[in-house]
């Protein structure tokens, strides 16, 4: 027997949908995949979205709780038009890029002096970025694959932009030996921005997980990068 979601329950659809989104791919994943895990009938679903596409635009949007649910009057999401859901996503990804302390410190308009604390701010905020957005970033990249125009997006003025910001940084670093000598910028780069995006997001998604409190993860993985790259006396 199935039984309806409770009333004011919207966020429970969310948290399964993105749940199985993760775990299937948008391609793979159909309604009644959705229902099933939520133990109610496929048309249960479509009292609060009218499609695969308007749930996935909501776990988007809702499943990092930075966004209010929408009113049961707003129920059910309608299917976003073509675009959509790319333009959002691209303006959540342009919104925290133009906050970063690495995006600010690139360009000049954050000076920290210290090499150390520098590199610990740059580190630390990129780290609680992925963390509190954990959710819609991994929705994101296991998605993305299989969603051509988010793939542009995502590959490229997200992961990959996040990327060249920090070659950049490392490259100028170390032009004034404020950092050691590194051999290959773009394989630092990328090996430091995987280890944040592991701790950070990709361990609370892992079969076998890390039971590792996630301040103390932070504090380690920060304190592994400085010392790995900071030149010292």
């Known amino acids: ?16 949908a993105t749940r199985i989104f993760i775990a299937r791919g948008y391609r793979l994943t159909q309604m009644a995949d959705i229902a099933g895990a939520l133990g109610v ?12 596409e308007a749930l996935f635009d909501a776990a988007v949007r809702y499943a990092d709780g930075h966004v209010a649910p ?10 976003p038009t073509r675009g959509t859901t790319v333009a959002y996503i691209r303006q959540r990804i342009a919104a925290e890029a133009a906050e970063m302390t690495l995006a600010q410190v690139v360009s000049g308009k954050l000076v920290i ?28 990249d296991r998605c993305a694959v299989d969603y051509p125009e988010l793939a542009g997006v995502w590959f490229g003025e997200g992961r990959g932009a996040q990327h060249q910001l920090l070659v950049q940084l490392l490259q100028a670093r ?6 050691r000598r590194i ?3 773009a394989v630092v780069g990328r090996t430091i921005l995987e280890t944040i995006a592991f701790w950070a997001m990709h361990r ?3 079969p076998a997980p890390q039971m590792v409190d996630d301040a103390d993860a932070e504090r380690a993985v920060i304190d592994l990068i400085v010392n790995g790259l900071l030149e010292r006396p």
């Open 183 to 185: 051999g290959n910028p």
């Open 204 to 206: 609370h998604f892992d």
């Open 113 to 140: 002096r210290n090499a150390e604390r520098e590199l610990q701010a740059v580190l630390a905020d990129l780290y609680r970025r992925i963390a509190r957005n954990r959710l819609a970033l991994k929705l994101v």
């Open 174 to 179: 170390a032009r004034k030996k404020r950092f």
């Open 70 to 79: 929408p009113a049961a009057s707003d129920l059910p999401l309608r299917t």
């Open 1 to 16: 027997m199935t039984r309806p979601i409770p009333p004011g329950r919207f966020g429970q659809l969310v948290e399964v």
């Open 41 to 52: 009938a496929k048309g249960t679903t479509y009292g609060y979205v009218d499609s695969k």
